[in-house]
């Protein structure tokens, strides 16, 4: 491979406008081709296998309303002292918001509070639509499934309520499904800092605006094109809305750390004497190399997402995975050639500037580890097991608005609705029953919903006897992110269902959104394991062929482990506990994201791998040469630190702007990626592995001779089997293309 890689080097560094010129076609062919024959990027939580799936499907296929997407509009009088079973101006304004929102486009229909309330208070109340006060009104508003809609029907709720807002003396918030399904995450200044200090840390680390701006400018084409190409994917599978803000998060991370390992070879080379084309060629079948294999890893981890068993997680993963490959072939090609055309301007802007912590002083810390590599082995450890700990209190949920900022309109509608009729009006249940074989089960059913402790009330059950479905909405007495509701929506499925219908060909099948999450939340956490084992084996097997040892892939994936364990942790600390909330704007707890946990594990211990096959291949490169096992590990961690580092600096500094975000699911994912990212480079990358290394000696390259024999000879990061370098006091005349643009 290497020998590929050098000639595919060589070739776009001595080509470079040829190359750039079928870069740029291949841009415009896939934006064109999406705007042309793209489709819509599709938001669906469909889950085959769920019960709560199955409560859609049943609604469904009876072609019931209930199957569709919900939303609420909550309603009270701007003045305190007066309620809607008092004042004729507030009836009027209800009657009004009532007639706009069920003009909106695609509404299938809406409660109608205004008529319950001409009945007199005690009718209205027993509708459901009014709290016991009066103060507070609820008006449900019924859509079709979510594949029917898109994200200009959420704007026009939005548009609705502030016409709702302007016409009446109400106040007029809204909430619900569609919101779930459409609301996009809000852009922040936290994402555009990241990327500011991430040109920092690059010119810092390189004293060169040229070989600043490569990494990120590369990295940023590479996003624009995946996230370009993602309309024509879902010609072939449905992306979630989700796919390309996740996909761009991952691809700027891999493609500055790419871009950083080859540039900082490719400066290397220059500084030997090497002409740019040679140095580009030998900085692609070298990094080039260790980027290949290091982008696969990245690419298995996040496609493992599939064992999960949930659709729009493998579809996401896929778009991330597509981003991945691009950010790989623009590396090994559009980057050589952009070095071809900048020639020796990659150097710094002094000469002999050493910027930063130098590979000196990175030697001198390696020394130090190796003379007390017990001391540090044990005692990052223990740090780490100690961070890892309170993963035993992971608690998987979904937030719900009442986690959002105050500045949200469906935080204050959760507020409004919890005030007025409970917590559990946040998060109805769902029962759909199956009534075509026995329908003398629905009022038994419904009494014995009723009657559970964990049930505030149910709404009289809606009987289709031609379609043979019969739909109850039940409201639990707990908030729909409280792990007593889970508790109760189990229940339910395994105690008062099979009580009620035991003899009977009926059944029921809990659904809404808070049994949906629920359940994929347990999906997840009985796939995780597997995820987590498979992913580990199949990296196993590819750092085993890498570096032709069976420890150091095993110490890989343990140490792996402790970092990605620590994140974990850290995550619970923060978003369960409550430890320093408020400094991250965070309002109350929340459970784990159901999906994050498996998501930040297939990103990290890929992210991670990229670290470990970069540091580890300068190991065993020097290692083959002296047989000093332990001075190996010192000159590589001298000659990877800075890059490694300065690449851990802009991740983190990348993820840590989510944080500023408003939703506390951008929130967890910025920390959980920026502490794993940090853990990682710093007491893994530089205090646990050197200290682990030392410690095994010459052990850690032991391969049995059998397994010896059968695996395949792969040069990582070496140099062995290609031509000896062309240096520019050799020839200036083989090179016209690079070496003239870097004399002018």
């Not at 000469?351 to 130098?358: I, L, N, P, T």
């Not at 408003?662 to 710093?682: C, Q």
């Amino acid at each position: 491979m290497s020998n590929a890689l050098y000639r595919l080097g060589r070739m776009a560094a001595g080509r470079p406008l040829r190359v750039i010129g079928v870069w740029a076609l291949l841009a415009v062919l896939v934006i064109g081709a999406s705007a042309v024959a793209g489709e819509e990027l599709q938001d669906s939580m469909a889950v085959p296998g769920l019960d709560s799936q199955q409560a859609v499907e049943l609604l469904a296929a009876a072609h019931s309303d209930a199957a569709g997407v919900t939303a609420e509009v909550v309603l009270t009088p701007r003045d305190s002292g007066i309620t809607f079973f008092d004042s004729s101006p507030a009836a009027t304004g209800l009657a009004e918001v009532q007639r706009l929102v069920a003009g909106l486009p695609h509404v299938i229909g809406t409660t109608d509070p205004a008529g319950a309330l001409e009945a007199g208070s005690d009718a209205a109340i027993a509708s459901g639509s009014f709290s016991p006060d009066g103060r507070i009104a609820l008006i449900r508003v019924q859509y079709p499934v979510v594949e029917d809609l898109s994200v200009a029907d959420l704007e026009a709720f939005k548009a609705f309520a502030d016409e709702a807002a302007a016409v009446t003396s109400l106040q007029v918030e809204l909430s619900g499904d569609l919101f779930s399904a459409f609301e996009s995450t809000e852009t922040n200044a936290g994402e555009m800092i990241g990327l500011v200090v991430a040109a920092v840390i690059l010119l810092v680390a390189f004293g060169s605006i040229i070989a600043m701006g490569l990494p990120i400018g590369v990295a940023l084409f590479g996003i624009v094109l995946g996230v370009s190409a993602m309309p024509l994917i879902s010609r072939i599978v449905d992306i979630p809305s989700f796919a390309p803000e996740m996909g761009s998060m991952i691809g700027i991370g891999v493609g500055i750390d790419y871009a950083l390992f080859l540039v900082t070879r490719h400066r290397e080379h220059l500084a030997q004497g090497m002409t740019v084309v040679e140095s580009a060629g030998r900085a692609a079948a070298t990094a080039g190399q260790a980027i290949v294999f290091a982008g696969g890893t990245v690419v298995i981890a996040i496609l493992g997402m599939a064992v999960a068993g949930i659709p729009f997680m493998t579809a996401g993963g896929l778009a991330t995975a597509v981003i991945v490959f691009i950010m790989v072939m623009a590396s090994i090609t559009l980057l050589p050639a952009f070095l071809g055309l900048a020639g020796h301007r990659m150097k710094a802007l002094k000469q002999g500037r050493k910027a930063g912590f130098g590979a000196g002083g990175w030697m001198r810390w390696g020394r130090h580890v190796s003379k007390n590599a017990a001391v540090y082995a044990v005692g990052t450890t223990l740090l780490l097991l100690a961070l890892t700990a309170p993963v035993l209190g992971l608690r998987l949920g979904f937030p719900d608005d009442g986690t959002l900022p105050e500045s949200r309109t469906e935080r204050r509608a959760y507020d409004l609705v919890a005030e007025g009729f409970g917590p559990g009006a946040n998060g109805p249940l769902l029962v759909a029953i199956d009534i075509s074989e026995d329908g003398s089960v629905v009022t038994p059913l419904a009494e014995a919903v009723a009657a559970d402790a964990g049930i505030a009330s149910v709404v009289p059950p809606i009987v289709d006897e031609a379609a043979g479905v019969a739909t109850l909405v039940a409201y639990p007495t707990t908030a729909p992110q409280d792990g007593a509701t889970v508790d109760t929506i189990n229940r339910l499925r395994g105690d008062v269902f099979p009580t009620v219908l035991d003899g009977s060909q009926a059944t029921a099948h809990v659904g809404g959104l808070t049994a949906s999450f629920a359940d994929m939340g347990e999906k997840v956490a009985d796939r995780l394991p597997f995820f987590i084992g498979t992913v580990i084996l199949l990296s196993f097997v590819l750092l085993t062929l890498l570096f032709r040892s069976i420890l150091v892939p095993l110490k890989a994936a343990l140490l792996n482990l402790l970092s990605i364990g620590a994140a974990y942790g850290v995550l619970v600390m923060v978003f369960q506990w409550g430890w320093g909330m408020g400094f991250i704007g965070l309002e109350s707890t929340v459970p784990i994201i159901s999906f994050i946990p498996m998501f930040m594990f297939a990103v990290l211990f890929g992210l991670s791998m990229d670290y470990e096959v970069f540091l580890l291949s300068r190991v065993r490169e020097d290692y083959i040469i002296t047989r000093d096992n332990e001075g190996s590990v010192i000159r590589g961690i001298g000659s990877t630190a800075r890059v490694i580092t300065s690449a851990a600096l802009i991740m983190i500094s990348v993820f840590g702007g989510f944080v500023l975000g408003s939703d506390p699911t951008i929130k967890m994912v910025g920390i959980g990626l920026a502490t794993a990212i940090f853990v990682d480079a710093t007491i893994v990358r530089m205090v646990l592995v050197p200290a682990t290394m030392k410690l095994m000696g010459d052990a850690n390259w032991w391969l049995p001779g059998w397994l010896d024999r059968l695996l395949p000879t792969i040069h990582m990061e070496g140099e062995a089997g290609l031509p000896a370098p062309q240096m520019v006091a050799d020839t200036l005349s083989e090179e016209p293309v690079a070496e003239l643009v870097s004399v002018s």
